[in-house]
């Protein structure tokens, strides 16, 4: 009787979904980037399975499956990005060798979400009232061809210039 050489420990590349699904073009980042901290502050490491996302809750679980290809691997999003129009994900180049896309570059995939983080449930917005005091510091006058105008360097007070009025 002879036993099978051990094969080395993988995620599976299947599994039933979880949760909801979405379609995207994903891309793959290493190099440049290997040994520098990511937005969750661990250190990034092109050889483990982990992906950016812009918009999903770091720490959660997704399976990406290469459209093209079928094949698919479950990352862990650690970090946040891609900062390019059009693509939805960035994956380590570990996680892009899984999925086939390492020599395309990009390509579409499937993102299924597997597990719900604390930080994904949704909140009703704190409801708040009371009056709202609008220091000078936060905007300049100028006079500009014998009108005044108002410059906002911060976005808040633009919006709470547009309460009081």
């Not at 719900?116 to 449930?121: D, F, G, I, N, V």
């Not at 500009?144 to 108002?150: C, M, Q, T, Y």
Request: aromatic fraction near 6%; hydrophobic fraction near 30%; avoid cysteine.
């Amino acid at each position: 009787m002879t036993s099978s050489p051990a094969r080395p420990s993988t995620p599976p590349t299947h599994v039933g979904s979880k949760g909801p699904s979405t379609t995207t073009v994903a891309s793959w980042y290493g190099p440049g980037f290997n040994g520098h901290r990511t937005s969750s502050g661990e250190v990034y490491n092109q050889h483990q399975l982990t992906a950016a996302s812009r918009t999903l809750p770091l720490g959660s679980t997704v399976q990406v499956t290469n459209l093209d290809t079928g094949k698919s691997t479950i990352v862990r999003i650690n970090d946040r990005g891609p900062f390019v129009r059009g693509r939805g994900l960035d994956l380590s180049k570990a996680a892009a060798d899984q999925v086939g896309l390492t020599h395309a570059g990009t390509a579409r995939v499937r993102i299924t979400r597997l597990d719900a983080t604390a930080s994904a449930a949704p909140e009703a917005p704190e409801e708040w009232s009371g009056n709202v005091r609008v220091h000078h510091r936060y905007h300049s006058h100028y006079y500009r061809h014998g009108s005044l105008h108002r410059t906002i360097h911060d976005p808040v007070g633009t919006w709470l210039l547009e309460l009081l009025h």
